[in-house]
């Protein structure tokens, strides 16, 4: 009979897992529901800022290899059939970067979210920086020489990927001569959202230009026990 019922309990779980619900522990705190395999980088930054934040987060495994994520109970969460996707206590957030912004000001504003209005602004700049100038070069890269096995990548879009990377690397390196973190003098969202893209960039098989301000920043990063676990292990 025990067993009867432990094994209907389970099975009422799995067809549930993808049901927006409060998601409450026993001290009646909203726990966080993230979806997404923490091998994704951008399962990594919010994972990342969650570690930050010490929040509690329970996480479902979906994407890559499982076809979870194209299922009709997820893209109902999710239409894109991407990851990450959270629930925080019924309210459905997609978007890694915006996640982390989201997390960062109810849970870090003066911290990882700036309370200064130009600090804050200097951190987004740097997030959709990492979304639009950084993230296509560094996804080719990723995809034909780190992923096992690699994608089918021609030469020519590969280097082309790695001069353009190479360009994008000195800009922030230079952003990091005057100051610690990419907004001042703390870490912030900024660097959350560009510390797993500078994790691939180091692990790369290629000669890399000489760029001593994002090395010191990337060795920074690393010492942070949130970074060793969520990005540094990968």
């Not at 094994?7 to 909203?30: C, P």
């Not at 091998?39 to 570690?51: I, Y």
């Not at 495994?61 to 109902?76: F, I, K, M, Q, T």
């Not at 098989?205 to 970074?227: N, T």
């Amino acid at each position: 009979m025990g067993g009867d019922w432990l094994l209907e309990s389970r099975l009422v779980r799995m067809d549930r897992r993808f049901e927006v619900k409060d998601m409450t522990d026993r001290g009646g705190i909203t726990v966080l529901k993230i979806w997404g395999g923490k091998g994704s980088s951008n399962v990594q930054k919010v994972l990342w800022c969650c570690g930050e934040l010490g929040l509690a987060f329970e996480r479902e495994d979906v994407g890559g290899a499982d076809a979870r994520h194209r299922s009709p109970e997820y893209l109902a969460l999710n239409p894109n059939g991407l990851v990450p996707t959270v629930d925080d206590g019924g309210f459905v957030l997609w978007e890694s970067n915006a996640i982390v912004r989201y997390l960062s000001a109810k849970h870090g504003m003066g911290t990882l979210c700036p309370a200064d209005l130009a600090q804050r602004a200097d951190a987004d700049r740097w997030m959709d920086w990492q979304q639009t100038v950084l993230a296509p070069q560094m996804g080719v890269l990723f995809r034909g020489l780190l992923r096992s096995p690699p994608d089918a990548i021609a030469p020519a879009q590969l280097d082309a990927a790695m001069q353009t990377a190479r360009a994008a690397w000195k800009i922030l390196d230079a952003q990091l001569a005057t100051r610690l973190f990419v907004a001042g003098a703390d870490l912030t969202m900024g660097d959350i959202a560009l510390g797993n893209a500078a994790h691939r960039w180091f692990r790369l098989p290629v000669e890399r230009p000489i760029l001593p301000h994002l090395a010191g920043w990337y060795a920074r990063l690393r010492e942070r026990p949130a970074f060793a676990q969520h990005v540094g292990w990968f």
